[in-house]
């Protein structure tokens, strides 16, 4: 019936469509071109274990409430690192709940990403001026493998007699949180770096570290400074990082102004809900001498064609598919959709907001200090932002705090801690107040506001912050809106056409499936709360979990990864923790064929691996001859194998199941890629194919957004023999018997996005999923028939069929029309597209992926498109100024002198059809050379 989801999420619906795609591809069903691309030992010979039929989007969305109704989201005072925020309704509707912000892609075709480049050049500008720092990135993670990262940046940067020295001592400050120790615990060992774990204020260095990290505000809340510490570790040559809370720089001396050398954090609290761990942007920070050493995105200014600001991704260098193993770090995404909303945020607030949530904050923090001072409880600090440390039976005062539907946080038995934070009403200060007096057996008096600072003088803010324009100008709602819909405007997303970016999968993320993130039973949970509070939750992961597991014919899952790269990294390290178990930890080879994605070989080297590089053959399969004899030579060391599968290419290979015997043989474990699943599920899986754990993109093959760069989320699934290995977490029990420590903050990675996955998987059911994955494999062939007169498929297998997606070859257009692929793709602009992927894996070609989602109509637009474009190229044969090599045009540029021998009808109209919804892109062809030489990444206008 058409109520049924996948009749919505399938965009080829009619048999009349279908037919003519399948005449086209030379096929008679559907069935007939699925076993010419899918190896027939592969093929699963009975349905996925799922529910055949998946639910109406009416009744998953009854389903759906129902579990954020089981959650009890209290009033959380826990803090660590999450905290109930204001998040702007005018940030939530237009952004958050906004297909234009949260379907576009990373911005790495900046021409047409100028909006989401702007709001993330905002969150750049807005955490470089609270932290005091120089330079910053557009946003990491989570607050934990920011710190990773830090710590892994100030690794690389040691110098030449460092290294010579073996300088790999880490120096960690106590009072941080355990979190973020775990996580340092788990990057910092395949490095070699040993942590030291002890109070900043008694120790002394010994010349043998490398670097240090220290909370401000300490995890107990204490406010310290940090000036002496730091001085000592640069007399050594240490540097310091500093984990630090964003909104406590509203009223505390910036770390900048006090000698540190990176700043690292989250940015939740500022504009993005707890949603029971994430997804928030992770932050990071540093000096300008240190700017190509910095992971992640910087987006930077330039200039384009016509000489106009323009904005764009710089530094790009850094890219983990340019450096591969010597990559300093495998971070390949970002969360960018998390990251736009808190510089909204900041927009819409400006510096006296800021000031008013941290004054808010604080003094409710004092105001609970004096009134536990005059009840005769201990603090631990008399110094503090927003956080109160308590000498209390923590058993008694959890027990009236229940009752009063309020959660802190329980470090010990005689301590109680609490998080203030800028929602902070009168009436919670007293009922808080109150819980404390019962325990002690005392009427509550009155409780009397506190109004001057706890901080100590000398760490108190002097120096301005957010002063630059776009922080002082969007007061109304009215004006923030405006400004929200003008950035939106220059960009494409879904919202405007399709997407077809090879192996990124850029797929229908429905309506239905977005809905349940602004339930606040998912909203509002925080991610320490007791496991009693957030049935909902589990019940959801639960059941998540098993359906992962079920789908890659694995044995258990975890969710906590919290990008593609990072679910690499996991698997890789649950395999490392196997081999130890059984005594054999010197496997540290890894053996990746030569045309995997860059952040395989990345996230190998960011776990200690040794990479062994497995040559292709002719056709873009792996080289069995090579693979076979490298197993074979390294058989005494092999950790395993990172396979893609279909490949990179976009091919089944025939032979995987010898490629994983060999690997077995030779005493290897087999991960997975991820990445190309979307051509997997229903049909085959990695568990039947024969593979030990594969991670998995959600926002690729189950419908995620890609959010304009992130968040993504990046699950392993494994088989019985690793699920001991899952990883652990310090405050909230979650993984294997055996877990390795956390690879993310919080137990459960970016939880929040959950519902979009489980509720994707329960609305197909086992027929829809097999379905979408079909009709993946059929767009994608009839996309390259239809082209193959104009544009050859670089790769297919052996019956002459591709997979899911597929590579144009356009690697003689530089030597035939003087046109190279990136000029193509800039010209595709101006019909209205974003390109495909670029020049990956293959030089000066473009990889196609139209997904399930796109209708027929769409796939034609598309395909006319690059015929449209050829013709453009032969015709501009001889002539260097041409309509190829100038786009994108901008609508300025076209109103303004034509002196180019194409018409402006040419350059903007060059079909019918494009007259109907007319893109302008608002910049043109942008000067990648001039913003690397001028870097400048703060919006100053």
Not at 38 to 61: C, H, N, T, V, W
Not at 255 to 284: C, H, K, N
Request: charged share 20%.
């Amino acid at each position: 019936m058409f109520d049924q989801f996948s009749e919505r999420h399938i965009g080829v619906s009619n048999e009349k469509d279908l037919k003519a795609m399948l005449d086209v591809i030379g096929v008679q069903s559907v069935d007939e071109l699925i076993s010419q691309v899918i190896p027939q030992s592969i093929r699963l010979r009975k349905p996925l274990a799922l529910p055949a039929e998946g639910m109406s989007e009416y009744e998953f969305a009854a389903h759906i409430r129902d579990l954020a109704d089981r959650n009890q989201p209290y009033r959380s005072f826990i803090g660590m690192g999450y905290y109930p925020s204001a998040v702007p309704a005018a940030v939530t509707r237009n952004i958050f709940e906004n297909p234009a912000w949260y379907t576009s892609y990373t911005p790495y075709q900046a021409e047409i990403s100028q909006g989401r480049l702007e709001a993330l050049l905002n969150f750049q500008t807005a955490v470089i001026s609270l932290t005091g720092m120089e330079i910053g990135n557009c946003s990491l993670l989570d607050e934990g493998t920011a710190a990773a990262e830090a710590m892994a940046m100030m690794f690389s940067l040691r110098s030449r007699e460092a290294v010579r020295e073996g300088r790999n001592q880490f120096f960690v400050d106590r009072n941080l949180f355990p979190q973020t120790l775990d996580v340092l615990l788990t990057r910092s060992e395949p490095f070699g770096i040993e942590l030291i774990v002890d109070d900043y204020d008694e120790y002394e260095f010994t010349g043998r570290e490398f670097g240090a990290i220290v909370q401000y505000p300490a995890a107990d809340g204490r406010v310290r400074d940090y000036a002496d510490f730091t001085a000592a570790a640069h007399a050594k040559g240490a540097l310091v990082t500093v984990a630090a809370d964003l909104l406590s720089l509203a009223l505390l001396k910036a770390p900048g102004e006090w000698g540190a050398d990176i700043a690292v954090g989250s940015a939740q609290r500022l504009g993005t809900p707890m949603g029971f761990g994430g997804p928030a942007a992770g932050y990071m920070t540093t000096r300008e001498a240190f700017k190509r050493n910095m992971p992640g995105r910087i987006i930077g200014v330039s200039v384009d064609r016509l000489g106009n600001k323009a904005l764009r991704m710089a530094l790009q260098m850094r890219e983990q598919h340019i450096k591969r193993e010597r990559a300093t770090s495998n971070i390949c995404t970002a969360s960018a959709l998390m990251a736009s909303m808190t510089g909204f945020y900041c927009v819409y607030n400006g510096p006296e907001g800021l000031r008013r949530a941290a004054e808010t904050a604080h003094l409710a923090a004092a105001t609970v200090a004096r009134a536990l001072e005059a009840m005769d409880y201990r603090l631990a600090s008399k110094d503090f932002f927003d956080t109160l440390e308590v000498e209390a039976e923590a058993a008694v005062v959890q027990s009236l705090a229940l009752e009063q539907g309020i959660n802190f946080y329980y470090p010990s038995e005689g301590r109680v801690r609490m998080s203030f934070d800028e929602v902070t009403s009168a009436s919670e200060i007293e009922t808080v107040v109150g819980i404390f007096a019962a325990a002690k057996g005392k009427k509550t008096k009155a409780v009397k506001a506190v109004t001057e600072s706890c901080v100590p003088a000398a760490l108190r803010r002097q120096s301005s912050y957010l002063q630059e324009p776009v922080f002082n100008s969007y007061r109304s709602e009215s004006a923030l809106m405006r400004y929200i819909k003008k950035l939106e405007l220059r960009d494409i997303s879904l919202a405007n056409s399709m997407i077809s970016l090879g192996s990124c999968t850029m797929k229908l993320n429905a309506a239905a499936l977005m809905q349940p993130l602004s339930l606040a039973g998912f909203q509002n949970m925080h991610p320490f709360a007791p496991a009693d509070q957030a049935k909902g939750y589990m019940d959801l992961i639960a059941g998540l979990e098993q359906d992962l597991a079920t789908i890659t014919g694995f044995a258990a899952c975890s969710l906590q990864p919290n990008s593609g790269a990072a679910g690499e990294y996991t698997g890789l390290m649950v395999i490392r923790a196997y081999h130890q178990s059984r005594g054999q930890g010197y496997r540290n080879v890894v053996l990746i064929p030569a045309s995997a994605h860059g952040t395989n070989p990345a996230s190998a080297a960011m776990a200690g691996m040794k990479i062994v590089t497995v040559a292709c053959d002719a056709n873009g399969n792996i080289d069995v001859a090579d693979l076979e004899a490298k197993a074979k030579e390294y058989a005494s060391e092999l950790c395993g194998l990172m396979v893609t599968y279909p490949s990179t290419h976009g091919v089944f290979e025939s032979r995987i199941r010898e490629i994983v015997d060999a690997v077995h043989d030779a005493g290897g474990q087999v991960y997975m890629d991820g990445a190309n699943m979307n051509a997997q599920v229903g049909l085959t899986n990695p568990g039947y194919i024969g593979a030990d754990v594969c991670h998995l993109n959600l926002h690729k093959t189950f419908a995620m957004p890609h959010g304009g760069g992130g968040p993504g989320v990046g699950p392993i699934c494994v088989a019985e023999h690793l699920r001991a290995f899952l990883p652990s977490h310090p405050v909230v029990a979650t993984g294997g018997d055996e877990g390795i420590t956390a690879v993310a903050s919080a137990p459960w990675g970016s939880a929040l996005l959950f519902p979009i996955t489980y509720g994707y998987i329960k609305m197909l059911g086992a027929k829809g999923l097999r379905k979408a994955t079909e009709m993946a494999i059929v767009n994608a062939n009839y996309m390259s028939a239809a082209l193959a007169a104009e544009y050859r498929t670089y790769y297919s297998g052996e019956t002459g069929r591709v997979g899911h997606e597929m590579i144009l070859d356009l690697t003689s257009f530089k030597k035939d029309y003087n046109i190279d692929c990136g000029d193509i793709a800039h010209r595709l602009m101006d019909y209205g597209f974003h390109a495909p992927t670029l020049s990956f894996p293959v030089h000066e070609t473009l990889m196609v992926e139209p997904t399930e989602s796109e209708p027929k109509e769409e796939m034609d637009r598309f395909i006319e498109a690059l015929i449209a474009i050829k013709r453009e190229c032969e015709a501009a044969v001889g002539q260097a100024d041409n309509v190829v090599v100038n786009a994108p045009h901008t609508a300025r540029e076209l109103a303004g002198a034509w002196e180019h021998p194409y018409s402006r009808e040419q350059a903007a109209f060059p079909l019918a059809w494009i007259g109907e919804a007319k893109f302008f892109p608002y910049v043109s062809k942008i000067d990648n050379g001039y913003g690397d030489r001028n870097l400048c990444c703060r919006n100053c206008e």
